[in-house]
């Protein structure tokens, strides 16, 4: 059982690049997110998925795409990098409340990626 | 803005003693959930309480919940050095198709040995 899988760990980018970072879990998790976190701002959440084929913006979505077109998957592309992208990214899962079961999330490692 | 607000936002206690860090949210919820983060990795689930609970433990954790003040606490005892971590609250929301999970900015906690 792996848990949550985000890759790579870090990533350097020029400014106009894109890129994408990939996360999968296999505890068949309904929900999937992607979150940014920066000095002193804690986690802000950019988009999450309530289930495959379902998706929705969080607090910080512009500048980011996702899909999830299966339950494990849920890549975060980002389109055109910018300098203000320079973060550090955190892919979670965890079951959502509806169906009765504990809502721990799972975090990946992490990635560490600058835009120069 | 983020659905949670911790207090402090950095605590330095010496090891042994209790360490208390608040957090404030603003909607209803489904649960409220403690994580930790060592500096540098992925966050860790410590424990969660369910709305119409009001208090919890889990070894040297507890964590109280008041839904009237849209307020939670976690106390830490007998605090350790291993324990110099980041502390986040997130809470799930309780409306239906909306069950997202949001974090406050956390409070830093460092122990003395």
């Known amino acids: 059982n792996a848990g949550v899988t985000q890759t790579p760990k870090f990533q350097v980018l020029k400014t106009g690049q894109s890129m994408t970072l990939q996360c999968a879990q296999d505890?068949?998790?309904?929900?999937m997110s992607w979150y940014r976190q920066d000095p002193g701002m804690g986690l802000r959440l950019i988009h999450y998925?309530?289930?495959?084929?379902?998706?929705d913006q969080g607090e910080v979505p512009n500048g980011y795409n996702v899909s999830r077109s299966t339950t494990e998957d849920f890549p975060l592309r980002l389109l055109s990098a910018a300098p203000s992208q320079t973060s550090v990214y955190f892919c979670?899962?965890?079951?959502?409340?509806?169906?009765?079961?504990?809502?721990?999330?799972?975090f990946g490692q992490g990635t560490r990626l600058t835009v120069v | 803005s983020q659905q949670g607000e911790e207090d402090p936002q950095a605590l330095s206690i010496q090891e042994g003693e209790n360490a208390t860090m608040n957090c404030s949210y603003k909607t209803s919820i489904n649960n409220l959930q403690w994580y930790r983060q060592n500096s540098g990795r992925g966050l860790v689930h410590l424990i969660l309480i369910r709305s119409n609970e009001r208090e919890k433990h889990s070894g040297r954790l507890r964590v109280t919940l008041d839904t009237s003040k849209k307020s939670s606490s976690l106390l830490i005892t007998a605090s350790r050095a291993a324990d110099t971590a980041s502390y986040f609250c997130a809470t799930v929301s309780s409306d239906f198709g909306n069950e997202k999970l949001t974090f406050g900015t956390g409070t830093r906690l460092t122990i003395i040995p």
């Open positions: 998925s309530v289930g495959a084929g379902i998706t």
């Open positions: 505890m068949n998790h309904e929900y």
């Open positions: 979670a899962s965890h079951r959502i409340p509806r169906t009765g079961v504990n809502t721990e999330a799972f």
